[in-house]
């Protein structure tokens, strides 16, 4: 009788800190989550950006295109320094 009396309180500590642990754990996992959502927020946003761009991107591409075929030669670095200096 005095074993199972020893091993009812025992019982409740290991209840009890099971308890304890379970909250810690998911504080822990609702705080995690919530970065995690956090970041994806932010990749999205990042994304949305890069897409507003591919228009433009794909304009330019199509006017370089259209310059090659017609002859114009494609503007350097050393050319568009000497431009700069012409202007000044």
């Known amino acids: 009788m005095a074993a199972q009396s020893e091993t009812a309180p025992q019982s409740s500590f290991f209840e009890r800190e099971r308890a304890r642990i379970l909250a810690d754990i998911t504080n822990s996992m609702e705080g995690f989550i919530g970065s995690i959502n956090a970041t994806n ?25 259209i310059m090659t075929q017609a002859g114009v030669p494609a503007p350097t670095k050393f050319d568009e320094e000497e431009q700069r200096v012409h202007e000044e």
């Open 41 to 65: 927020r932010k990749l999205e946003e990042h994304a949305a950006v890069g897409h507003g761009f591919e228009s433009i991107a794909e304009l330019w591409g199509k006017l370089s295109e």
